[in-house]
Nanobody, 119 residues
Framework: VQLQASGGGLVQPGGSLRLSCAAS????????IGWFRQAPGKEREWVSC????????YYADSVKGRFTVSRDNAKNTVYLQMNGLKAEDTALYYC?????????????WGQGTLVTVSS
């Protein structure tokens, strides 16, 4: 069972990135997939989640209107489209899977992908 987050990089303020969370060893369609981030010196922060059943999407207030989470069940992958990036979005981004819903304890975690927003 593995989650592989990718797509991070260096982007200028106002730019966009799309993160991918590829699942292997299990069908992510049956799991809620959450995105988290941790900035240097700060605690891990929940960013977004897409539920397993209806594919409902949830966002932290800090990213609402700028980030969009989606899933491609055929590819067993969840995406996080990030637009209007700000310096405060700089962090290591993780994806995680929970078999119940977006508000669980998250059973599986990926290794993280680094997003740096800087001019």
């Amino acid at each position: 069972v593995q989650l592989q987050a990718s797509g991070g990089g260096l982007v200028q303020p106002g730019g966009s990135l799309r993160l991918s969370c590829a699942a292997s060893g299990f069908a992510s369609v049956y799991y809620a997939i959450g995105w988290f981030r941790q900035a240097p010196g700060k605690e891990r922060e929940w960013v977004s989640c897409i539920s397993s059943s209806e594919g409902s999407a949830y966002y932290a207030d800090s990213v609402k209107g700028r980030f969009t989470v989606s899933r491609d069940n055929a590819k067993n992958t969840v995406y996080l489209q990030m637009n209007g990036l700000k310096a405060e979005d700089t962090a290591l981004y993780y994806c995680a899977a929970d078999p119940t819903d977006c508000w669980g304890s998250y059973e599986y975690w990926g290794q993280g992908t680094l997003v740096t927003v800087s001019s």
